[in-house]
C-alpha cells in the first residue's frame, strides 16, 4: 500500500501561479498529475518517470513543469499563467508503469482544490 498526500493547492487570481506537493510513502516508477473538474472525467495533467521522462497534456505545456525528488519520494507541479479553466481538483497518482491513463495508476491522494479566478 502506498500512501500519497497532496498539498499546495488553493485560491489564486488569472496569472498567477501555485505550486503543489505530493509526498508518496514509497517510491514507484511513474508519477502523475490529474485533475477533475466540476462535471468532466479525470485527466492527466502531467507525469514523470523514475528516470524523469516527463509527459504533458497539451493545455499544461508551457505552463506547468513537473517534477521529481526520489529521495525524497516527492513530486511537484509548478503551475504558471494560470487560468480561470485550469480550477480543478489535483490529484497524485502513482503506478508501475508508462502509461498516462488513469486506470494504469493504483494509488491515489485525496486531492487538493485549485480554484483560478478570472
Known amino acids: 500500500q502506498v500512501q500519497l498526500a497532496e498539498s499546495g493547492g488553493g485560491f489564486v487570481q488569472a496569472g498567477g501561479s501555485l505550486r503543489l506537493s505530493c509526498v508518496a510513502s514509497s517510491s514507484r516508477y511513474i508519477m502523475g498529475w490529474f485533475r477533475q473538474a466540476r462535471g468532466k472525467e479525470r485527466e492527466i495533467v502531467a507525469a514523470i518517470t523514475w528516470n524523469l521522462n516527463t509527459y504533458y497534456a497539451d493545455s499544461a505545456k508551457g505552463r506547468f513543469t513537473i517534477s521529481r525528488d526520489n529521495a525524497q519520494n516527492t513530486v511537484y507541479l509548478q503551475m504558471n499563467s494560470l487560468k480561470p479553466e485550469d480550477t480543478a481538483i489535483y490529484y497524485c497518482?502513482?503506478?508501475?508503469?508508462?502509461?498516462?491513463?488513469?486506470?494504469?495508476?493504483?494509488?491515489w491522494g485525496q486531492g487538493t482544490q485549485v480554484t483560478v479566478s478570472s
Open positions: 497518482a502513482s503506478g508501475p508503469r508508462d502509461s498516462y491513463s488513469p486506470r494504469s495508476y493504483d494509488y
